[in-house]
């Protein structure tokens, strides 16, 4: 096994693109992400507002009926369809052309939405994150692996990657089970967790940004939005996995100050990748 490469400053400043001043938004990338059910709106919510603050021009989200509304109000700069069931997904219809996908937040997973899941995995061609019950369902169904485009990012927290990958008696078990599956399947897998690491095959990051501040509901979900964004943007998954993990920690170390740790949530998140973006560009 290679040895671990620390994500610090100097290696997201050499994958980092600062925006062009001429740049406009059809330029910025459109990012799609699909997911939510009846009572897991907030998870795309709050994963389409992280995926437009982390500088994507367009956002469109996929969600059941039951979340239009509420998308509408929370988020006006997001685009939403629906899918024709009311509370969960059960067929996903898309009539545009997006840069990259995220899908799993918030989804559940309905029969109907396993259905949904398989179709939609056997025709997509378009760069993916995977999350959340996207992951569940697939750790069940592990024959769908192969639809996947290569260098799909997956987002597991450890519960997920123990259904993906099985049980474990030893970290160092652990990262040769998650090497194993990334390299046969041609994965990029976020290890979520203190501190978070990506596996890329034989390579390992390990991230050095972030606190127990993040140890909160939906931080996982603004993750998604974040790593979306980035690749609509025309980052490399690697590129894009590496920068958004870094940032994504980064607030939480910039606003743990003012929230401290108790009070800090996911939605603080999203309110500090400004000043995260920001501390990028000072020298």
Same mark, same amino acid.
């Given at each position: 096994m290679k040895t671990t490469i620390s994500i610090d400053k100097s290696e997201i400043l050499k994958r980092y693109k600062p925006i062009d =001043?001429?740049?406009h938004k059809g330029i910025q990338g459109h990012a799609l992400i699909i997911g939510g059910s009846y009572g897991k709106i907030g998870a795309m919510t709050l994963s389409s507002r992280a995926c437009l603050k982390t500088g994507c021009g367009l956002v469109t989200v996929f969600v059941p009926r039951c979340g239009y509304r509420i998308l509408q109000i929370s988020n006006p700069e997001v685009m939403v369809l629906t899918d024709i069931a009311v509370k969960y997904i059960s067929k996903i219809i898309i009539d545009f052309v997006p840069k990259a996908i995220g899908i799993g937040p918030g989804m559940g997973q309905d !029969?109907?939405?396993?259905? =949904? /899941?398989?179709?939609? /995995? %056997?025709?997509?061609k378009i760069p993916l994150v995977i999350d959340a019950d996207a992951l569940n369902i697939l750790a069940q169904n592990q024959q769908w692996l192969t639809f996947l485009p290569e260098k799909t990012i997956f987002t597991p927290h450890q519960k997920e990657l123990e259904r993906l990958i099985g049980k474990w008696n030893s970290d160092a078990e652990k990262f040769q089970k998650t090497v194993n599956f990334s390299?046969?399947?041609?994965?990029? !897998?976020?290890? %979520?967790?203190?501190?978070? *690491?990506?596996?890329? $095959?034989?390579? !390992? *990051?390990?991230?050095?940004? $972030?606190?127990?501040?993040? =140890?909160?509901? $939906?931080?996982?979900?603004? /993750?998604? $939005?974040? !790593?979306?964004?980035l690749i609509a943007q025309s980052y490399v998954p690697i590129d894009a996995a590496i920068i958004g993990v870094y940032l994504h920690?980064?607030?939480?170390?910039i606003a743990l100050p003012e929230t401290g740790y108790q009070s800090f949530s996911a939605s603080d998140i999203i309110t500090y990748i400004g000043k995260a973006y920001l501390s990028l560009e000072k020298k």
């Open positions: =001043a001429n740049t !029969i109907e939405t396993h259905t =949904a /899941l398989h179709r939609f /995995l %056997k025709t997509n390299k046969q399947n041609n994965l990029i !897998i976020v290890m %979520k967790g203190a501190p978070t *690491y990506i596996i890329d $095959g034989e390579t !390992i *990051y390990e991230n050095t940004t $972030g606190n127990a501040a993040l =140890a909160s509901a $939906g931080t996982g979900d603004v /993750l998604t $939005g974040m !790593i979306t964004s920690g980064l607030t939480a170390d």
